[in-house]
């Protein structure tokens, strides 16, 4: 089956400062890749995603891209904010018979100093 | 729409105690998840419903969980007997369609098992 890889597991930053937070997958017939924000106590939302057939997608200050050869995927926050600080977790769903599963990588703690 | 709704929210019991946690997906969602957090295997999907019908239990850990979808707005998630490791937060989520959408994550139930 698929297996994610995520790091860092935690990652510290100054406010306005960059963040990236890196994930590999295993099975090279995964083709949607999310990404979500948990904050403390909450349930995980997702806050973008990327389908195998482009290499990049912007939403404001976050972007993903994907190297699909490399089996990597990264997301990369600009101008960090403290409300950024969260837990995220990046995710892999294949096709055929198992793109109705997402499997997580174990997430990254990011803290966002003022 | 209010969300996907879950409860309790908070569940405490003994240990051989059964445990049954509910979720009601978002209307017109044909998609259910059920996902149990730890902080030391992460988020794990544990059974999967489409259209009501549990298409992989392969994540459920033994026999002592069960799920059902007796339709389309309500699913339930029993532990019988429950064991001190079963203490998690178990999630429900649903989509439109599959894994490869948008999924929602209701609020979760914190179990705690002594």
């Known amino acids: 089956g698929e297996n994610v890889e995520q790091h860092p597991s935690t990652l510290s930053v100054q406010e306005g400062d960059s963040a990236v937070i890196k994930c590999t997958y295993s099975?090279?017939?995964?083709?949607?890749f999310p990404w979500y924000k948990q904050e403390l106590g909450k349930r995980p939302q997702l806050i973008i995603d990327?389908?195998?057939?482009?290499g990049e997608k912007k939403d404001q200050r976050i972007a993903v891209t994907l190297n699909k050869t490399a089996k990597h995927f990264s997301l990369h926050i600009t101008e960090t904010q403290p409300e950024d600080s969260a837990v995220y977790f990046c995710?892999?769903?294949?096709?055929?018979?198992?793109?109705?599963?997402?499997?997580f990588g174990k997430g990254t703690l990011l803290t966002v100093n003022p | 729409d209010a969300g996907v709704i879950q409860s309790p929210r908070h569940e405490v019991t003994e240990m051989g105690q059964e445990v049954t946690l509910r979720c009601k997906p978002i209307?017109?969602?044909?998609?259910l998840f059920w996902y149990r957090q730890t902080m030391m295997r992460g988020l794990e999907l544990l059974i999967y419903?489409?259209?009501?019908?549990?298409?992989?239990d392969s994540g459920m850990p033994e026999d002592r969980f069960s799920a059902k979808m007796p339709n389309a707005s309500f699913s339930t998630l029993k532990i019988q007997p429950s064991e001190p490791r079963d203490s998690a937060v178990y999630f429900c989520?649903?989509?439109?369609?599959?894994?490869?959408?948008?999924?929602?994550f209701g609020p979760g139930t914190r179990l705690l098992v002594l």
């Open positions: 989520a649903s989509s439109l369609r599959g894994a490869q959408e948008t999924q929602y």
């Open positions: 419903f489409n259209n009501n019908v549990p298409i992989d």
């Open positions: 995710a892999a769903s294949g096709s055929g018979g198992s793109n109705y599963k997402l499997t």
């Open positions: 209307s017109g969602h044909n998609s």
């Open positions: 990327i389908r195998s057939n482009v």
């Open positions: 099975d090279s017939a995964s083709n949607y």
